[in-house]
Structure formats: C-alpha cells, structure tokens
C-alpha cells in the first residue's frame, strides 16, 4: 500500500502545482469547477465535489493520511485505506466549505439589465437638451455605466446636476432632475 500512498502524494501534489501554474492557460476554474446540476435561485452545484482543489486535497491527504497510518499505528492495511480515506473526506469537505464555496460567493457580476435603471441616481455627463440627447453615468452593480439620456419632462439638464432614472428603453434612458423626483413623488404619495 505504500507505493499506493506515495503515487497520491506525489501525484496530487504535481497536478495541484501544474493547476496553480497553468490555470488560467489550460481554464480549470472554468471547466472542472462547475461540473454539475444547477437547482434553485443560488444554484445548488452538486458538482463542486468534483472541483479540482476538493479532488486534489483529497487524494493528497488521503496518501499522506495512510503514510502517518502506516509508519505510526499498527492497523492491517485494509482498515488503514479506510481510515485514511475518512481523513481525506474530512479534510475533501473542509476545504469544500473553507475555500470552494466562499470563492464562489464571492464572485460579484458587474452585469445588469436596463430595468434595473428605473429609480437609480446618478449625474449628467453631457449636457441634455430640451429636446435630444445627453448623457449621464450611473453606478449600478459596483461599477459606473453610462447611459445616453433624453429629459423626461422636456428640461434641459446641465451637466453635473443630479438625476433619478425615470425610465429605460434599449436605447436611452429618461430622466429628470433628482429634485423634480423628490418632488412628483410627493405629490403622488400626498393624492393617495
């Protein structure tokens, strides 16, 4: 069982350096790592049990486990490839629930829709004339867009002031002052 043992060492360790080196080249982040079946809104990934670092870690452990096994306790070897597995699946969903799936949390989309726009705030770039258009920059999803504008109320609005997004369409979105905001959404609370 050592030769077993040693080619899981030697083995895991060389494929867990040649990931590192060559990950972004050969795209194991993208391939194995999403191997699986999406269920639900978060997307249960019951295929990352089969992420490299998960599979990797546990076939290493799992050789290094029935090394100390076989040099420190006196097991038969069948019990010791038992055991040693258990401490490589511990260790396998440790890493799984340490490292895996936080990275995968922790995956921000920079991506959104234009109907997200409507009710967001943001600042005249262009100036936006009476009739045409400007533009302005709003931050939405943790990064800045900018978005060609027409005034919603026929208004130029100069560059610099701050708007509210009224509404989106494909191509621009209307928007008014964000004072003027403040002020239709008095009005309309105050006639209910």
């Given at each position: 069982m050592t030769e077993v043992y040693w080619t899981c060492i030697v083995g895991?360790?060389?494929?867990?350096?040649?990931?590192?080196?060559?990950?972004?080249?050969?795209?194991?982040?993208?391939?194995?790592?999403?191997?699986?079946?999406?269920?639900?809104?978060?997307?249960?990934?019951?295929?990352?049990?089969?992420?490299?670092?998960?599979?990797?870690?546990?076939?290493?452990?799992?050789?290094?486990?029935?090394?100390?096994?076989?040099?420190?306790?006196?097991?038969?070897?069948?019990?010791?490839?038992?055991?040693?597995?258990?401490?490589?699946?511990?260790?396998?969903?440790?890493?799984?629930?340490?490292?895996?799936?936080?990275?995968?949390?922790?995956?921000n989309s920079v991506g959104y829709s234009m109907r997200e726009l409507p009710g967001k705030i943001g600042a005249v770039s262009t100036t936006i004339p009476a009739v045409g258009y400007g533009e302005v920059i709003i931050t939405i999803a943790g990064s800045n867009t900018c978005q060609i504008a027409a005034s919603m109320d026929g208004k130029p609005i100069r560059e610099g002031e701050r708007i509210v997004v009224v509404e989106a369409n494909d191509h621009a979105v209307l928007v008014v002052l964000l004072d003027e905001a403040n002020a239709i959404e008095t009005k309309s609370s105050a006639g209910r």
């Open positions: 895991g360790s060389l494929f867990s350096l040649l990931t590192f080196l060559l990950s972004d080249m050969l795209h194991f982040h993208h391939g194995l790592g999403h191997v699986g079946v999406d269920a639900g809104h978060e997307g249960l990934q019951l295929g990352e049990i089969f992420h490299p670092v998960v599979l990797v870690g546990g076939v290493t452990v799992f050789g290094a486990a029935g090394i100390v096994l076989e040099r420190t306790a006196d097991y038969e070897p069948f019990p010791e490839a038992i055991l040693a597995m258990l401490i490589a699946m511990v260790v396998s969903i440790s890493l799984y629930f340490l490292y895996v799936k936080p990275m995968r949390n922790r995956e």
